[in-house]
């Protein structure tokens, strides 16, 4: 079950990105993974270095993809991006949290982008 899972996990982080590049956005990383967990898509955005989180809900019985981003995954989110910062040498590059809503049944699917989800979480 985990390891299909992943895959599943895998092919909607894809398909996501490819969403974001249509919108402008540049891809950097996949499943970036550092010691304080992992990051799902590290992108460009113009001047803007996103830490972007992808959530897929087939229906909104258990609620929004979005709502499933909690505050604990905005702080594992966030120590990630500062290690990936730090370790890149960016430090004065602006950066912003996205989440990248998926829900829909394979196939038909609807894409949505919520830009700045978040604020920094310690």
Known sequence: ME?????TGAAY????????EGQGYQILEYNFRCPAGEIDIIARDGEYLVFCEVKYRRDSRKGTPAEAVTRAKQKTISKCALFYMMMKGHDNVPCRFDV????GTKGKESVR??????????
């Open 3 to 7: 390891g299909n899972k992943r895959k």
């Open 13 to 20: 982080e894809k398909l996501a990105g490819k969403y974001l």
């Open 100 to 103: 990248v809503e998926i829900s």
């Open 113 to 122: 982008i919520i830009k700045n989800a978040f604020d920094y979480a310690e």
